[in-house]
């Protein structure tokens, strides 16, 4: 496909150097349009809005809104209709299953899946606390230019009769190897909550033991690809599956 018409957003807003990083990285190959949270909307999953500000921006629109919002404003109202929606780079990974339905980055791809849009969503992953501190501009090159080549190349395969969208995820810069995988997400799930007084805390264990080099994951996923410093690349599709089975026929039948 010769130039495709991108949408670009995120879920970090419109002033991270993430989606700045990408803007400039996705013109290259196409023409970009952004439409991106005003501020930062991180895991908001796919929350909406039934209305939303938006203003012009130097990079495009901001809209005072959800990823989701975004990407549904972009295709319907204020962009071109794209060939492909990217959303990030997110400052911080999104692993694993029980990530995807919270992450507003990749909710952006699944609501572009829903439109029948092909998505890319792309993170950083910032081991320990860096992912609250802003990343210096160069740390996002690897992500990028993962983003930019599947951007590029993907199009024009059947990677999308297969897959409604990616979920792409770079190593810590300081970890990066030049390689691509392609992975499922980790099913590995630990979190726990603790009750003291009239405050109750929550706790994503996984991220600690992937800090301390710790963490067993099998060989073919997300994580584990991430843990060896290789980009990783989840094929996925956006609609709920549905499974019927007999206990659940006679369930229905006997009510």
Request: contains cysteine; hydrophobic residues 35%.
């Amino acid at each position: 496909m010769d130039s495709p018409t991108i949408l670009l957003t995120n879920d970090d807003g419109i002033d991270s150097p993430g989606i700045r990083a990408l803007a400039d990285g996705l013109s290259d190959v196409g023409d970009v349009t952004v439409v991106a949270p005003a501020d930062n909307r991180s895991a908001v999953g796919r929350a909406t809005s039934s209305e939303a500000r938006v203003q012009d921006h130097e990079l495009g629109y901001a809209l005072d809104g959800t990823p989701v919002d975004c990407v549904i404003a972009g295709i319907e109202a204020l962009g071109p209709s794209p060939d492909i929606v990217v959303a990030g780079v997110n400052q911080g990974a999104n692993l694993g299953m029980y990530v995807l339905g919270r992450s507003g980055t990749v909710s952006a791809a699944v609501e572009a899946a829903y439109f029948g849009v092909p998505a890319i969503a792309t993170s950083l992953y910032l081991p320990g606390d860096r992912w609250k501190s802003e990343p210096d501009p160069e740390e996002y090159d690897e992500a990028v230019r993962a983003t930019r080549y599947l951007v590029d190349q993907a199009l024009d395969g059947d990677v999308f009769d297969q897959a409604d969208y990616l979920n792409v995820n770079a190593p810590a810069p300081e970890n990066g190897k030049t390689e691509m995988r392609i992975t499922s997400p980790s099913s590995v799930y630990d979190m726990t909550a603790n009750h003291d007084g009239e405050t109750v805390t929550l706790q994503d264990n996984i991220w600690q033991l992937m800090e301390h080099d710790s963490f067993s994951d099998g060989e073919g996923t997300d994580r584990k690809a991430i843990m060896d410093g290789v980009i990783s690349v989840s094929p996925l599709t956006a609609p709920h599956s549905t499974r019927r089975h007999d206990e659940l026929d006679r369930l229905a039948n006997s009510y």
